[in-house]
């Protein structure tokens, strides 16, 4: 007995609503990994609609993307304005005064970042005070304004080594529309009218725009930013707001000049009802200020970005959203990437990456004309771990920020965790263990930055480690320590 043949229609046409930043990106990407099958795609934009394009700052997981649409670094960073970033400082969460480093690369020595907070944390125990920077490489070098490849040979210690970028958002759009259009994708110019949805499967069979224009698709990529004209507007896939536990509703957004040598670090300051980024670029240093409104009111948060930065370079704009997630990304022939599918703040620097991830889940996933569900299913699943692993990790900063009396910071600070944040963290406190599995964003070197630089302190380590003498551990980390110093003082600084 044989089941019926399944339906292998491919994909012959691909429609992305909406370009900026997830637009242009999907565009790149599909129009590289697709070029051999002959799909066509088609995207349409307004130059009429504003983009949020303040996404400058990245992590280290925009090399993989870049990679996989052929981009030569040079060629690249010339075209963005973009400089180096060796991770993240965090100013004032514990107090003013206090500041940690969030580094892009491991602790230790190589090979040795899984152990190695173990190590430091067993020492810790036993009476000695050392701060994780002296074990960290890339927050030497951050630190010293001081910039190296990293190397790939295991053995050296400038393996241990992890970058990312900040870059013009609007620049890196108009970057990748050359690489797409070079590779046959046609813009179209107008605003979406009218939405032909097929009344019995609910696919979208084509979209119109007012100059006249009816794009017709078998698949529809919507990045339309905070409004989901199509995963919301038209198929009402419904949103899950994290608001009550992150507060921050707005953002207030302005550059100012350029800094005479531009430092590998962008800065995320603490402040009454929310934090300030400042983000250096070549040409410019991109800053701004994310705000509670329940805290704070839109004007007096306007006054505290101008009263940081002085004179900015343009009128601030202002921003708002509401931290979340759709329920369902991929809905039908209806695939949300990037704000459309949801939104968070940028803390951890992840708008990008998530644009970018929902990329590669569609590419590990491309349906067939049919779009079976269940590979939206896969999506929608894969989708909702990676929101809530960035979500619990942004709640980290805010439930165990110190030394903040601001009303904003006290509810934040009582306001119970989820569950899977809770977990982690008990797991840490009572044994030093990090608990990431391979899907994860954040891996042991970020949480193990975040926590201890949030106050948060392990009672215990792993026993493995019980076969070392504390002076052998001692000698270990003081090895570590001046091999770290040494070759931080090697490298030479940005010119």
Request: hydrophobic share 40%.
């Amino acid at each position: 007995m044989t089941g019926q043949a399944a339906d292998r229609t491919p994909i012959r046409s691909i429609v992305i609503l909406g370009g900026g930043t997830a637009g242009w990106m999907t565009a790149a990407a599909l129009s590289k990994a697709l070029q051999a099958n002959g799909v066509e795609i088609k995207l349409v934009e307004s130059d009429a609609i504003g983009t949020i394009g303040v996404g400058e700052a990245t992590i280290p997981t925009i090399h993989w993307f870049n990679q996989l649409i052929g981009l030569n670094e040079a060629e690249f960073m010339a075209a963005t304005k973009a400089t180096y970033k060796l991770g993240i400082e965090f100013q004032g969460w514990q107090g003013d005064g206090h500041a940690y480093f969030h580094p892009f690369g491991t602790y230790g020595g190589p090979g040795d970042g899984t152990t190695f907070p173990h190590r430091l944390i067993r020492a810790w125990l036993g009476g000695l005070n050392a701060s994780p920077e002296d074990y960290s490489l890339t927050t030497q070098l951050a630190r010293q304004r001081r910039f190296i490849q990293p190397a790939n040979d295991p053995r050296s210690l400038l393996s241990t080594l992890g970058y990312a970028y900040h870059f013009d958002a609007g620049l890196y759009a108009g970057f990748l529309r050359q690489k797409a259009e070079a590779r046959g994708v046609h813009r179209y110019e107008g605003k979406v009218t009218d939405v032909d949805q097929d009344g019995e499967t609910g696919f979208i069979r084509g979209v119109s725009t007012d100059k006249g224009d009816r794009l017709a698709g078998d698949l529809f990529i919507d990045c339309s930013g905070l409004r989901g004209l199509l995963i919301e507007d038209r198929l009402n896939t419904g949103f899950e707001d994290w608001s009550h536990w992150l507060p921050c509703d707005g953002a207030w957004a302005a550059p100012t000049a350029a800094d005479a040598v531009p430092v590998p670090f962008t800065r995320a300051i603490a402040h009454e009802a929310g934090w300030r980024w400042r983000i250096p670029l070549q040409h410019r240093v991109g800053n701004g200020y994310v705000f509670s409104s329940r805290f704070q009111s839109s004007e007096s948060a306007r006054e505290t970005l101008l009263g940081a930065i002085g004179q900015p370079s343009a009128e601030p704009r202002l921003i708002r959203f509401t931290p979340g997630r759709r329920k369902r990304a991929w809905v039908g022939n209806v695939v949300a990437i990037g704000l459309s599918s949801g939104f968070l703040e940028p803390l951890e620097s992840t708008s990008i990456h998530l644009i970018q991830t929902g990329i590669g889940k569609l590419l590990s996933l491309f349906p067939r004309s049919g779009c079976d569900p269940l590979l939206a299913e896969q999506y929608n699943r894969i989708f909702m771990r990676e929101m809530e692993d960035v979500r619990d990790f942004l709640i980290l900063h805010y439930h165990f920020t110190a030394g903040r009396s601001e009303p904003m910071w006290q509810h934040c600070q009582s306001t119970a965790m989820p569950e899977t944040l809770a977990y982690r963290i008990a797991q840490f406190e009572a044994s030093g263990r990090i608990m990431v599995t391979n899907e994860d964003l954040f891996r042991d070197a970020s949480w193990f930055a975040v926590m201890t630089g949030q106050g948060i302190r392990a009672r215990d380590y792993s026993p493995m480690l019980d076969a070392m003498l504390d002076t052998e551990n001692l000698r270990h980390l003081e090895a570590v320590r001046s091999a770290v110093r040494q070759s931080s003082e090697r490298i030479p600084p940005i010119a």
